[in-house]
């Protein structure tokens, strides 16, 4: 089991005979995933790395079955790729496209949600189920098979954490980076309620930033679901007013400063980590109280 993706995901990477496309559409086919097609408008009827290239999803879904996408378009059509992915009906989408801007996002989470659509992103990472698929630009060669899921805005602290985790025997079923810009489609929420229902994943670890309240949200409802999250969190010291790294990354008020995500995590009993390193300790602690009955 796993969430969103898996060995069977049929995948289309939009913008695939771009230089960046290339070249993670080859990172892709060596991890195993099932890139079915490429699109880019005016190279249709050719090819790239072996994979199909048409002009339009649409005819990505109807002539290789495409049902997941990956964007790598550039960021002035980027939004325009998710809402083509959106029409043509694909479910899965991964936007790895940085610097879209903010008003063209709105439309396109819009129309994600309105859809049913399980929109990654923009400026993410992207999605691996480990030992089965990645869509994305994750480094495949540091993810092995586990029970363990992760869900991050960062995708730098992503790797490390991963990387640490499999060194320490903490396999990992899906990993997926929503992306750290102000508008992105899915929240921490959206895929912890997927980890939920995932027989599989026996915890999560959550790593926030500086930056809005979604972490918040998220809090309340591990608690309520009562999953098992041990939570880690970049900008302890970052200045107010100043943007770090991403564009979401910037306190706008005292609930969007590092402090409060800490305060809001441990007021409802949930593990924080101090440094990357601490996480995998919290993670024997919650998964050692889950097989002794302790939590759900």
Sequence with gaps: MAILVNRETRVVVQGITGKEGEFHTGQMLQYGTKVVAGVTPGKGGTTALGVPVYNTVKEAVAKGGANASVIFVPAPFAADAVLEAVDAGIKVIACITEGI???DMLKAVQAARENGVYLIGPNCPGIVTAGETKLGIMPGHIFSQGEVGLISRSGTLTYEVVNDLTLAGLGQTTCVG????PI???TF???????????Q????VLIGEIGGTDEQDAARFVRESQLPVVAFFAGRVAPE?????HAGAIVGGKGETVAAKIEAFKQLGIPVAD????????????LNKRRAGALR
């Excluded at 007013?241 to 790294?245: A, D, I, L």
């Design 275 to 286: 440094t990357i390193y601490e996480i995998k300790i919290h993670l024997w602690e919650v």
């Design 101 to 103: 801007p903010v008003h």
């Design 241 to 245: 007013g100043k943007t770090m790294g």
């Design 184 to 186: 992105i489609g899915c």
């Design 178 to 181: 929503i992306g750290g810009d």
């Design 201 to 204: 994943t026996k915890a999560v």
């Design 189 to 199: 929420t959206d895929i912890l309620k997927l980890f939920v229902q995932d027989p």
